[in-house]
Nanobody
């Protein structure tokens, strides 16, 4: 019922910047939060950043001060501005959204993932 389309991944040198965007579409009543996870080869998927409709924002310790998450609630989009990128930021980044699809049902949806590679 909910599709998430990500864009903005790519390759960058250490110290560079990338901007990831994600748009949600489909049949839902409301999206309550959106965020980004990442998964590096051989590692578990981890939360990068999330932001609720109320503005509560969470960042992984490893990205604090370098990444900024923002949302356009009316447009159902989320953006992750990534600055001062490090090789250890290399991963597949996944957009996620918590969507209320009926008055009683809320589900977590995931995008297909976008590759971010930081290398010299």
């Amino acid at each position: 019922q909910v599709g998430l389309v990500e864009s903005g991944g790519g390759s960058v040198q250490p110290g560079g910047s990338l901007r990831l965007s994600c748009a949600a579409s489909g049949r839902f009543l409301r999206i309550s939060s959106m965020g980004w996870y990442r998964q590096a080869p051989g590692k578990q998927r981890e939360l990068v950043a999330s932001k609720t409709n109320g503005g509560t924002t969470t960042y992984a310790d490893s990205v604090k001060g370098r990444f900024t998450i923002s949302r356009d609630i009316g447009a159902n989009t989320v953006t992750l501005q990534m600055n001062s990128l490090k090789p250890e930021d290399t991963a597949v980044y996944y957009c996620t959204a918590m969507a209320l699809v009926t008055s009683l049902s809320e589900f977590d949806y995931w995008g297909q993932g976008t590759q971010v590679t930081v290398s010299s």
